[in-house]
Every structure is written in C-alpha cells, then in structure tokens.
C-alpha cells in the first residue's frame, strides 16, 4: 500500500521543474495600459500609429513585456517612432508589467 502524498520522503521530488518568471502585462490594470496607450500612439503619423500600437499590445500580452520593448527599440532606430514616444512608451510598458 502506498502511502499518502504527505507522508512520502520530503527528499522525493513530486513536482516537476519550475518554469522561469518572465515580465508580462498586468493583465488587471489592461483597460488603463490601452488608455495611455492611446494617448501615447496619438503623436504619431496615422498610418503607422495603429500597426505600432497593435504590435506592442500583442507583444506586450502574448510574449513579454522585453519583446514589446524590443520592438519599440528597433521602431525607434527605424525612425517611425521619435526617441521622447519611445521611452515614453518602455516606461509605460514598465509601470504596467508583473512577473508571471
């Protein structure tokens, strides 16, 4: 007979590994993070502020908040956005980012 979960050896590894923590979007605060957002993407052309804005909100909650700072950085080099949207944004996605 086996014995139960509790009484088995604290040696004997039950659970598996554990996965590392990477930033993600705070998904409870998301309506807030797509308001500044918004406001933020608003100093841009038009025709680049809705393909910018929707690559760092897919980034930013489907992969990591790094990915999306990643992406806002080579925009910038691009020159599509400007240097003072471009930290305003990586301070943006910092304030609203936890680890998961």
């Known amino acids: 007979m086996a014995l139960p979960r509790r009484y088995r050896d604290s040696k004997q590894k039950i659970a598996g590994k554990k996965s590392k923590k990477k930033q993600c979007l705070n998904m409870r605060r998301i309506d807030d993070f797509k ?3 918004d406001q ?4 841009l052309d ?4 809705a393909q910018v804005k929707g690559m760092i ?3 930013a ?7 999306a700072k990643n992406y806002i ?3 910038e080099e691009e020159g599509i956005i400007p240097s003072e ?6 301070r943006l996605l910092s304030r609203f980012s936890t680890y998961r």
């Open 57 to 59: 909100y897919a980034k």
């Open 40 to 43: 933020l993407i608003n100093e």
């Open 61 to 67: 909650t489907k992969q990591s908040v790094r990915d």
């Open 73 to 75: 950085n080579e925009k």
């Open 85 to 90: 949207v471009a930290k305003k944004l990586n």
């Open 35 to 37: 308001y500044d957002l």
């Open 46 to 49: 038009d025709k680049n502020a």
